[in-house]
Nanobody, 118 residues
Framework: QVQLVESGGGLVQAGGSLRLSCAASGRTFSSYGMGWFRQAPGKEREFVAAIVWSDGRTNYADSVKGRFTISRDNSMNLLYLQMNSLKADDTAVYYC???????????WGQGTQVTVSS
């Protein structure tokens, strides 16, 4: 069973930075894509960033390009989201996700709250 545990959320002022981490366990993730989604109050969950675990290719939502960086540590099964130049609109619960390419099985973490004060 895949387990994803996020950490690193918190309260930060606009313009500040945070780094989210996601500890992944229960599988070998070489055939997975990993990513981050977020959900603000009253809004749909939306895509933030993704990474191909095996080769590190990345993809970002337009709203975070140039400000957020997704990365992974293969040896430790850790996924990161470095968030810089944070804005009030980035306030949301951030979820780590893993998706197996062949079966499309998708797993979610419990989420971590990020609050950006303006």
């Amino acid at each position: 069973q895949v387990q994803l545990v996020e950490s690193g959320g918190g309260l930060v002022q606009a313009g500040g930075s945070l780094r989210l981490s996601c500890a992944a366990s229960g599988r070998t993730f070489s055939s997975y894509g990993m990513g981050w989604f977020r959900q603000a109050p009253g809004k749909e969950r939306e895509f933030v960033a993704a990474i191909v675990w095996s080769d590190g290719r990345t993809n970002y939502a337009d709203s975070v390009k140039g400000r957020f960086t997704i990365s992974r540590d293969n040896s430790m099964n850790l996924l990161y989201l470095q968030m810089n130049s944070l804005k009030a609109d980035d306030t949301a619960v951030y979820y780590c996700t893993a998706r197996q390419y062949l079966t499309s099985s998708t797993y979610w973490g419990q989420g971590t709250q990020v609050t950006v004060s303006s």
